[in-house]
């Protein structure tokens, strides 16, 4: 009797390692390939992703070049994605792709950019902006940002929310702080423009500008990063985010060619002083093929997400626009 009981519990404490391995296993498989989510046709494809908050990821993506914005949403995590549709505030319009940004009050903002003319492409663009209260199902009526009709003005990177109606921007031909309700803007701090970069603040409340700037009173005064990674010499392509443990991450694609071969995090971990750790998530082995663009939002306090491209014609399944899901256990130092 007791022998059988014995096997029994050996059996059952077997049966129970080999699930936990097939579940480390599968996480590993869902947490290592990226998820195709699109095929675009071609040029500037450039993604923007959020979060909403009941947990929808909605991305926004240039499917033909400046002739066919799309959407796709995903309600589990990234796994699965809806089938991309044109989105409807440029149907039948020319555009240059922006970014997407998760409101404190659940809203979601997507901010645009349009040429001079609805059917051209030429200069001077300018920004505009709309806004979902269902998961970026439908999306208000599109308004403008402050502009100098002779100056062309682009944004590529999500807004930070001051406080309600006080988005931070940090667009090509100037940094402002905007206030949606009046249509009024003014400078950020001292004024300076950091043109097209990304620009983050942390839990302390510092602000961290791709240009390799650190502000810890608002944007008054500026102190240079030593170490950070370059963002500014393409800051359009390159991304930098915030996690709510207050880690940064910013992009870092390596290799010759104007794709690279790898792309990579580069990470800080005391409020942006510094940048010394790294952690590589795209490696195919051979050329990327196209800008990549990477954008990365938070789904959990256990992971993280990326979009991205890369349109390799001899890849598996041709060109394709990615998603990747990413513990944030590995992110953390060794």
Request: with cysteine; hydrophobic share 35%; proline share 7%.
């Amino acid at each position: 009797m007791k022998r059988r009981n014995l096997l029994a519990a050996a059996l059952v404490g077997w049966s129970l390692l080999a699930a936990v391995a097939d579940a480390a296993e599968g996480a590993s498989d869902e947490t290592s390939r990226p998820v195709r989510i699109a095929a675009p046709i071609d040029g500037h494809i450039h993604p923007s992703i959020c979060l909403s908050p009941r947990g929808v990821l909605v991305v926004i993506y240039g499917h033909k070049n400046h002739r066919d914005l799309r959407i796709t949403r995903s309600p589990d995590g990234g796994r699965t994605w809806s089938v991309p549709e044109p989105f409807v505030h440029t149907l039948g319009k020319t555009y240059y792709p922006g970014s997407l940004t998760t409101l404190k009050d659940g809203r979601l903002l997507h901010c645009w950019n349009r040429w001079s003319g609805p059917n051209v492409e030429t200069e001077p663009r300018s920004v505009l902006h709309s806004t979902s209260s269902d998961d970026g199902a439908t999306w208000s009526e599109p308004q403008p940002f402050p502009r100098d009709e002779k100056v062309r003005s682009v944004i590529r990177h999500p807004i930070v929310e001051l406080a309600p109606n006080r988005w931070l921007a940090s667009l090509d031909d100037r940094t402002l702080v905007f206030d949606p309700t009046t249509s009024q803007a003014e400078p950020l701090g001292d004024g300076r423009k950091h043109g097209l970069v990304p620009i983050v603040r942390t839990p302390r409340g510092t602000l961290v500008s791709g240009f390799g700037l650190r502000s810890t009173d608002e944007g008054k005064t500026w102190s240079t990063i030593e170490g950070f990674p370059d963002l500014k010499s393409q800051g359009w392509r390159h991304e930098m985010v915030c996690l709510a443990d207050g880690r940064l991450l910013a992009s870092e694609i390596l290799g010759p060619g104007f794709g690279g071969e790898r792309i990579r995090y580069r990470i800080s971990d005391d409020d942006g002083l510094t940048w010394e750790r790294s952690y590589e998530y795209y490696n195919p082995g051979r050329a990327i093929n196209g800008r990549a663009c990477p954008r990365t939002v938070q789904l959990d306090a256990a992971t993280i997400g990326v979009v991205f491209y890369d349109i390799d014609k001899q890849q598996e399944g041709g060109p394709g626009l990615f998603f990747l899901r990413i513990p944030t256990a590995r992110l953390a130092k060794d």
